[in-house]
């Protein structure tokens, strides 16, 4: 069997346990199982689940709905960690329930981050280059 690397990335069976993960904290925040007022306010996307090799440590990073109030969620998701985790553990056959960490999704940035850079100017020109040349037959 071959001995994963470092540089290699999570296995089949972590995004396996992942998803599994995601769906049951996703549950848990969208029924409002929790009883917890800043919770109760926001609606709380869970985009991704990230399992450690051991699969007892998974980190989920959540966004509350348009982006506002991020950090009263975290702390609030941080005060129900231990709620959480039962039910997780409760939701998804596992030997061990993992422990869980949350952090903000940074992926809506990243993606406003390379939409700004693909609108600039410099890229547009370029663009607007190829095209020009595309059109030319003598180019």
């Known amino acids: 069997m071959r001995k994963p690397t470092e540089t290699a990335g999570p296995s ?4 396996r346990v992942a998803e599994l993960v995601r769906h049951a904290i996703a549950e ?3 029924r409002g199982d929790l009883q917890d007022p800043v919770l109760s306010r926001h609606v ?3 985009p991704e689940v990230r399992m450690s090799p051991d699969l007892k440590l ?3 990073y959540v966004m509350p709905l348009g982006g506002q109030d991020e950090a009263p969620v975290l702390e609030a998701l941080e ?3 231990k709620a959480l985790r039962q039910e997780v553990a409760r939701r ?6 993992p422990e869980l960490r949350f ?9 406003a ?3 700004r850079l693909l609108r600039s100017e410099k890229v547009q020109r370029d663009l607007g280059g190829e095209q020009d040349d595309a059109g030319d037959p003598d180019a």
């Not at 089949?12 to 995004?15: F, L």
């Not at 952090?103 to 993606?111: G, I, L, Q, S, V």
């Open 28 to 30: 848990v925040l969208s």
């Open 79 to 81: 005060r129900n960690r």
């Open 92 to 97: 998804v056959n596992l030997k061990f329930a």
């Open 113 to 115: 981050r390379i939409d």
């Open 44 to 46: 709380i996307t869970v």
């Open 103 to 111: 952090r903000r999704d940074e992926t809506f940035d990243e993606a």
């Open 12 to 15: 089949q069976r972590q995004q």
């Open 58 to 60: 998974a980190t989920a």
